[in-house]
């Protein structure tokens, strides 16, 4: 595997469901991101962790848990969520501090339907 | 006000067309001003970044910015077919400290043959 996969592609829950993201980054990065894409919207920046430790949370409804266990890994953990969550998740890796610009690196993406 | 606005067309253009995608922004601290891609199924790639005003050209791709104007514009030469995407326009106050991005919503082109 390289680059940013992410697991699963598909995911349909219903409101009640407890469910997880998973995104593995094979490039030996040390910051990952979590970012929300709703049709018509830009992307908006849910949660960076850099070095495993969030350093950014934007304002995300506590509905979405994310969890850093080392830095190739990241989760996003879902419970009770609504049907305007219903969006593609994109997670990113980055290596932070390597000047002069970092460029982030993007998985596919998980298509998440809420019923 | 949106931080960044871009039209989200969609763009549909005839193969060897020049196509211009254009994005405006009000922060007047970005500096760093990028083209992300994204074909239908995927995530988004890095086409292009510049640093602050001024051109920078990689083969058909030309982008440009214009801060004065608060105006960046990515440029297309004899479009493709394989160009067909998604193009968001990204811009950050600096290039490290977790790179936070602010993008705009993103362009739907279509080249077709």
């Known amino acids: 595997e390289t680059g940013v996969t992410q697991t699963p592609r598909h995911l349909v829950m219903g409101m009640t469901n407890k469910k997880s993201l998973k995104c593995e980054q094979h490039?030996?990065?040390?910051?990952m991101y979590w970012y929300k894409q709703s049709a018509k919207k830009p992307l908006e920046l849910m949660f960076v962790?850099?070095?495993?430790?969030?350093?950014e949370n934007n304002s995300v409804p506590s509905r979405f848990s994310p969890e850093c266990p080392n830095s190739s890994h990241l989760f996003l953990h879902l419970h009770t969520l609504q049907p305007e969550d219903s969006a593609l998740y994109l997670c990113?890796?980055?290596?932070?501090?390597?000047?002069?610009?970092?460029?982030?690196?993007f998985g596919p993406g998980t298509r998440l339907t809420v019923l | 006000q949106k931080e960044v606005e871009q039209d989200p067309g969609p763009l549909s253009v005839p193969e060897g067309a020049i196509v211009s995608l254009n994005c405006t922004y009000s922060?007047?601290?970005?500096?760093?001003f990028m083209w992300y891609r994204q074909y239908s199924r995927k995530g988004p790639e890095l086409l292009m970044y510049?640093?602050?005003?001024g051109n920078k050209e990689d083969g058909r791709f030309t982008a440009q910015v214009d801060k004065s104007s608060k105006y960046i514009s990515l440029f297309i030469r004899d479009s493709q077919p394989s160009d067909s995407a998604t193009y968001l326009c990204?811009?950050?106050?600096?290039?490290?400290?977790?790179?936070?991005?602010?993008f705009g919503q993103g362009t739907i082109l279509t080249v077709h043959p």
């Open positions: 962790y850099s070095l495993e430790e969030r350093v």
């Open positions: 922060n007047s601290a970005f500096q760093y």
């Open positions: 990204a811009m950050s106050v600096t290039g490290t400290s977790y790179g936070k991005l602010t």
């Open positions: 510049t640093y602050s005003s």
């Open positions: 490039l030996g990065h040390n910051a």
């Open positions: 990113a890796s980055s290596q932070d501090n390597s000047p002069p610009f970092n460029e982030q690196f």
